[in-house]
């Protein structure tokens, strides 16, 4: 085979397969949100904490997820879709209330522990969701509210 029938024969294999790959849609549900549950209800929230959240980890912590149109192309709506279930499953602000004290008090010093290592948001996340990009003030609004708010329960209990 010369190398001309050989880039094609690939790329021809290759359209196939990625055409067959179209046909394994993840799961993109966004499971309905009451707002008597999240934590933003539950929680003393400012407005420019909510709005950090909203840029950095709603997607990937909540219900409300924004889908990407590339969530909608394998392979990359494969790993979109892993990363936002597997997010849910550590921690929903959309589902907060089901949450023990314990596990709440866990999930607010891991926000401000992974924030304050640059774990969270995702530093994969942050090259297609720029405003996901915090300055080290905003992380540090963050760090401080997770803390206080932990805190606040810590006195409650
Ligand atoms: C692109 C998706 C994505 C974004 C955006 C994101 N996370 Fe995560 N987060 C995950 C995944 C996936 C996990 C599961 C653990 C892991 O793989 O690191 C996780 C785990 C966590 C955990 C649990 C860590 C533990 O020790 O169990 C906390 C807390 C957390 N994230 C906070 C945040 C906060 C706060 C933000 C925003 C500032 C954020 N995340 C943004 C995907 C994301």
Same mark, same amino acid.
């Given at each position: 085979?010369?190398?001309?029938?050989?880039?094609?024969?690939?790329?021809?294999?290759?359209?196939?397969?990625?055409?067959?790959?179209?046909?394994?849609?993840?799961?993109?549900?966004?499971?309905?949100?009451?707002?008597?549950?999240?934590?933003?209800?539950?929680?003393?929230?400012?407005?420019?904490?909510?709005?950090?959240?909203?840029?950095?980890?709603?997607?990937?912590?909540?219900?409300?997820?924004?889908? !990407?149109?590339?969530? @909608? #192309?394998?392979?990359?709506?494969?790993?979109?879709?892993? $990363?936002? =279930?597997?997010? %849910?499953?550590?921690?929903?602000?959309?589902?907060?209330?089901?949450?023990?004290?314990?596990?709440?008090?866990?999930?607010?010093?891991?926000?401000?522990?992974?924030?304050?290592?640059?774990?969270? !948001?995702?530093?994969? @996340? #942050?090259?297609?969701?720029?405003?996901?990009?915090?300055? $080290?003030? =905003?992380?540090? %609004?963050?760090?401080?509210?997770?803390?206080?708010?932990?805190?606040?329960?810590?006195?409650?209990?």
């Amino acid at each position: 085979m010369n190398a001309r029938k050989l880039v094609r024969t690939f790329l021809i294999v290759g359209g196939i397969l990625f055409g067959l790959m179209q046909f394994v849609q993840p799961d993109r549900t966004n499971p309905p949100v009451d707002p008597s549950q999240t934590m933003q209800s539950a929680l003393a929230v400012p407005a420019d904490v909510s709005a950090l959240l909203d840029r950095g980890c709603r997607d990937c912590h909540s219900n409300s997820t924004t889908w !990407p149109f590339y969530s @909608y #192309i394998a392979p990359a709506s494969w790993l979109v879709s892993y $990363d936002v =279930e597997e997010g %849910r499953k550590h921690f929903n602000m959309s589902e907060w209330q089901k949450y023990k004290f314990s596990r709440k008090t866990n999930i607010l010093g891991g926000i401000a522990s992974t924030v304050k290592e640059k774990e969270m !948001p995702m530093p994969k @996340y #942050i090259p297609l969701h720029p405003e996901a990009d915090f300055t $080290d003030a =905003e992380r540090q %609004r963050i760090i401080d509210w997770a803390q206080s708010e932990a805190a606040k329960l810590m006195g409650e209990e």
